[in-house]
């Protein structure tokens, strides 16, 4: 397993754009790219993250959603699909590993009902509520290329993009 570089706003905005490619099968390679991607996220730290945050357009999540002192809990989704939103909403403030240090309230759907892969390439249907719910959402959206700045006004989502560069400036 490797820790790999996440890409952020401030460098790699095109990159985090693009639209994830579907997964044909869950084979070895593909296994090592989620355990690169949950010892990525561990390390971070960070509660999920899709594949193209570490530069591969491919349609892979990890998540643990494990809070501090318990035992980890390791989830991964291949080719996730929602099935079905709730028509009531969950207001949340998210932030997100590419977008370090910056947080703010989404509204998404409450409920919704995913359909995905395992890591042994087996089919999932279950569906998620609560902080669950908000992650899959959030993390999958990233593999249509939506950031959840996106969801923001276009003032606070400019300057959370500059607040990035600044801070990506400062650590260099």
């Known amino acids: 397993m490797a820790i790999r570089e996440i890409?952020?706003?401030a460098d790699h905005a095109a990159i985090l754009k693009q639209v994830s490619e579907p997964v044909a099968r869950v084979d070895d390679d593909l296994r090592a790219l989620m355990d690169d991607m949950l010892e990525t996220m561990?390390?971070?730290?960070?509660?999920g993250l899709a594949a193209i945050q570490v530069g591969v357009a491919k349609r892979v999540i990890v998540m643990d959603l494990a809070r501090e002192g318990e035992d980890k809990q390791p989830r991964y989704f291949v080719n996730p699909e929602i099935l079905w939103r709730s028509e009531?909403?969950?207001p949340y403030e998210e932030g997100c590993l590419s977008i370090p240090e910056i947080y703010d309230e989404v509204d998404r759907p409450a409920r919704v009902r995913v359909r995905y892969l395992n890591y042994q390439g087996?089919?999932?249907?279950e569906e998620a509520e609560g902080l669950f719910a908000v992650c899959i959402q959030h993390e999958m959206d990233h593999l249509e290329g939506v950031l959840f700045i996106d969801y923001l006004s276009r003032l606070k989502r400019d300057?959370?993009?500059q607040k990035v560069k600044k801070?990506?400036?400062s650590a260099a």
């Open 167 to 169: 801070l990506v400036r």
């Open 42 to 47: 561990y390390d971070a730290p960070g509660i």
């Open 122 to 125: 087996e089919q999932v249907e």
């Open 7 to 9: 890409l952020t706003v």
């Open 88 to 90: 009531d909403t969950l």
């Open 159 to 161: 300057r959370a993009v």
